[in-house]
Structure formats: structure tokens, C-alpha cells
């Protein structure tokens, strides 16, 4: 599914700036509402075979969910994972920029690569975590991360910055697979969405909580410890992830 998205992307973002540069924007709109169609297709075409004889209530379950340890400290794994991508996802732009002066050329070079290597990024470390093991795969993508964040915020050239840059790219898609595996794997089947959702939301929310202060941080901190920051945000996760028992989970 993540490999899936990050094609996605790539591939809207070249078609459909192709279409606005070549034809304008009102073109565009138009290819892009015929995507939004085509894929409105794809739910009528699969049939639900869960049966259920009467509807859960879905908020009583979650309290209860709620209770659990396990789930607490997911939550808050996935609240605090979020917060390091935000802050890399926006700094790194700006270090690019302002820094190194790359050219909107150099930085589009950059951006259409981006989801050519998530893709694979995405497939390994699904593939990795069913291998390993949820917890294994996640410690081996987020562990090299944390030195490679710091090798970007030191670069001076193109070549020394995209090198560091598109293996955290390749290791942060590879730990949002295993990741999502994980959730998958704890998520009560009476409310699988909705938990699953829960999960995601909280990790979006560290999210672009860190991306909003990205630039005071910069602004306060400077470039080289905005990357020991972000290095050190992705310490208390994998704590959390050390505790989080998976074991009572497989059965299910």
C-alpha cells in the first residue's frame, strides 16, 4: 500500500505538471478530477465478505482499547515518531536552499526521486518486517537514520547532501511498512479501521505539530542542532517500542 501511495504521487506529479505546463491549469483540474474517478471505480469492484450479524458499537470497544498498555504505548510511539519526519521533512528543504543554494531545478532533480526510492523503501521494509519482525525491521531503519540526519545538516555540495538524504527517504518508507504492519497487528478486529485510523492520525499529528515550529526551531537552534534535535527525537521512540509486548498479538 505504501508503495502504491509513493507511485501515486510520483506519477501525478509529473503527468499533471506536464498538462499544466503544456496546457494550462484549467486542463489539469479537468485530468485530475478523471483521476479521482477512475479510482472511485475500484471500491464498487471489490466485494466486503465480512458478515457481521449486528453492528458493533464501536466506542465502547475503543474505551476498552484504550485501557490496554500496549495500545497506550502505541500511541504514544506513533505520536512521538511523527515528530522527527515533520521536522526533517521541512528543515531539509530549507537547508537545501538557503545553505547550500540549490537551484528550483536542482531541488525538483531532488522531489522526482523522492517516490521512486520510498517505493522500494516501502517494499523492503514490509517485506524485512515479516522477516524479522516488526520491532527488529523498525530498530534497523530508525537506528542508521539517526546518524545519516546529521551527515545532511553538515553537507556543503549537491552530491554530499542527496546521498545521506535519499537513504533516510528509502529508511523512513521502509519504517512507516513496518510500522503499519504493527499497528495492523494490535488493532481489535471489531474496530480495525477505526483504531488503525487512531494510530495513523497520532503519527500525522507529531507530525505537522513539528513542521509547524520547524522554522522558530531553526531560527533558535541553528542547522547543526536542529539535526542532533531530530536525531534525538527518534531516541524515546524506540524506547517505547522496546516495551511494547507483541507476542500476545500473533494469534490474532
Same mark, same amino acid.
Given at each position: 500500500m505504501n508503495a502504491g501511495h509513493n507511485f501515486s !504521487?510520483? +506519477?501525478c506529479a509529473v503527468t499533471l505538471s506536464l498538462v499544466a505546463e503544456n496546457f494550462?491549469?484549467?486542463y489539469m +483540474? #479537468? #485530468?485530475a478530477g478523471i483521476y479521482i474517478l477512475i479510482v472511485l !471505480?475500484?471500491?464498487l469492484l471489490v466485494?466486503?465478505?465480512i458478515k457481521k450479524k449486528k453492528q458493533e458499537k464501536v466506542t465502547p470497544i475503543l &474505551?476498552?482499547?484504550?485501557k490496554n498498555k500496549t495500545i497506550k504505548l502505541m500511541m504514544l510511539f506513533a505520536a512521538i515518531i511523527g515528530i522527527s519526519s515533520g521536522l526533517f521533512a521541512f528543515a531539509t528543504p530549507l537547508f537545501a536552499t538557503n545553505v547550500i543554494k540549490l537551484s528550483i531545478s536542482q531541488m525538483g532533480f531532488i522531489t522526482a526521486f523522492v517516490p521512486i526510492i520510498a517505493i522500494s523503501g516501502a517494499i !523492503?521494509?514490509?517485506t524485512v518486517s515479516d522477516r524479522w519482525g516488526r520491532k527488529k525491521a523498525i530498530y534497523t531503519m530508525v537506528i542508521p537514520t539517526i546518524i545519516l540526519i546529521n551527515f545532511v545538516m553538515l553537507s556543503r555540495s549537491l552530491i554530499i547532501l542527496i546521498i545521506p538524504y535519499f537513504f533516510i527517504v528509502f529508511l523512513s518508507a521502509g519504517r512507516w511498512a513496518a510500522s503499519s504492519a504493527m +499497528? &495492523?497487528?494490535v488493532t481489535n478486529k471489531k474496530i480495525r479501521a477505526t483504531e488503525y485510523s487512531l494510530f495513523n492520525s497520532l503519527e500525522i499529528l507529531g507530525y505537522v505539530v513539528a513542521s509547524i515550529f520547524t522554522g522558530l526551531l531553526i531560527a533558535i537552534l541553528g542547522y547543526t542542532l536542529i539535526a542532533v534535535f531530530m536525531s534525538l527525537t527518534l531516541i524515546p521512540p524506540l524506547i517505547i517500542l522496546y516495551f511494547i509486548k507483541l507476542n500476545k498479538f500473533k494469534s490474532s
Open positions: !504521487i510520483g +506519477f494550462g491549469y484549467n +483540474f #479537468i #485530468i !471505480i475500484f471500491p466485494k466486503d465478505t &474505551m476498552d482499547e484504550l !523492503i521494509g514490509g +499497528f &495492523m497487528d
